[in-house]
């Protein structure tokens, strides 16, 4: 490798071939995946790509459900099942409301 010039080409059959400077590699590898990975999150936030989940809405008739559940006509289990999310969820999203739970 010491007679390499800039701009040879180097055909490795084998990565173990290296030999001591395979940790060496293996580093360099995994900072320039990390690069690209970054490079290609920030690309596609400048294009306007939402990552993760996407967020649950309730639904159109929420407070009638809502207002069924305050009664106990239901339970939050039911009403949680009716919007389509763990009862978890919708109570965290009735809180974020400023609805009191209790």
Not at 19 to 29: A, H, L, N, P, V
Not at 62 to 85: L, N
Request: proline share 2%.
């Amino acid at each position: 490798m010491k007679r390499l010039k800039p701009g040879d080409l180097l055909c490795v059959k084998s990565i173990d071939r290296l030999g001591r400077d395979y940790q060496e590699i293996i580093e360099q590898w995994r900072v320039i995946t990390k690069d690209r990975q970054a490079e290609g999150i920030a690309s596609a936030k400048a294009r306007g790509v939402r990552f993760g989940r996407k967020k649950k809405e309730l639904p159109e008739d929420f407070e009638i459900w809502f207002v069924r559940w305050r009664s106990g006509e239901i339970t939050g289990k039911q009403m949680a099942d009716h919007c389509g999310m763990e009862i978890s969820v919708l109570y965290r999203k009735l809180r974020e409301a400023g609805i009191s739970l209790n």
